[in-house]
């Protein structure tokens, strides 16, 4: 297993990206200004990150989220899939139902269906997923449109954008295969960040 995001996940990811967003949100300069400033923001402004949660993002700021933190972030699942695989734990069905907590423009749906496509060929995905920003939540279904399936050996693969507060997203007990969560917890106050993921588990 290699630990990174497929090419065509990538090149999906700038599809969207092209075709949502202005020309020069794309630009080299703008876009490498737009990640370190989401960079700070990770790090030593994180006191600010729930804050720009509910914000809406500015067309660099979602650019370097899609093009660089997404695919970037969508390696980080094939961890704990490769652990769930290793104990035998993977669903099972041919189709997965999979809910996105937080889901951003789809690092773990993203990073998941790269997995997907080396270890479950064939694959068909539901994917339900959740967060408060439309324009990540945009980009994410249009990169899935954009996804070449058939180059990647993947099944059928849905979404379903729920435009809410993860954090009071009713979970639906038995209505999910996998729950996938990333940055999102960060995003939480450690009281909500529990709650969380006591619901998801």
């Not at 790090?43 to 979602?62: F, K, M, Q, V, Y």
């Not at 104990?87 to 809910?99: F, G």
């Not at 889901?103 to 997923?129: N, R």
Request: charged share 30%; aromatic share 6%; proline share 2%.
């Amino acid at each position: 297993m290699q630990w990174k995001c497929k090419q065509e996940i990538e090149d999906a990811l700038w599809q969207a990206a092209q075709q949502k967003l202005r020309k020069t949100s794309l630009e080299r300069k703008i876009l490498l200004r737009a990640i370190v400033d989401r960079t700070l923001l990770y790090t030593t402004g994180r006191s600010e990150l729930a804050n720009a949660a509910h914000a809406s993002s500015s067309e660099p700021d979602l650019a370097a989220r899609a093009l660089f933190f997404t695919v970037a972030d969508a390696a980080k699942i094939c961890i704990p899939l490769t652990e769930l695989d290793g104990r035998n734990l993977l669903p099972k069905a041919e189709k997965w139902r999979v809910l996105d907590l937080g889901a951003g423009v789809g690092a773990m749906g993203l990073g998941l269906l790269s997995f997907a496509s080396e270890k479950v060929p064939g694959l068909s995905v539901q994917i339900d997923a959740v967060d408060v920003d439309e324009d990540a939540l945009t980009l994410y279904r249009d990169a899935l449109a954009a996804l070449d399936r058939e180059r990647l050996e993947l099944g059928d693969i849905s979404i379903r954008i729920f435009r809410e507060s993860t954090a009071k997203y009713a979970i639906e007990e038995g209505a999910y295969d996998l729950v996938v969560l990333g940055s999102v917890l960060n995003e939480l106050s450690p009281n909500a960040r529990n709650d969380l993921a006591e619901r998801a588990l």
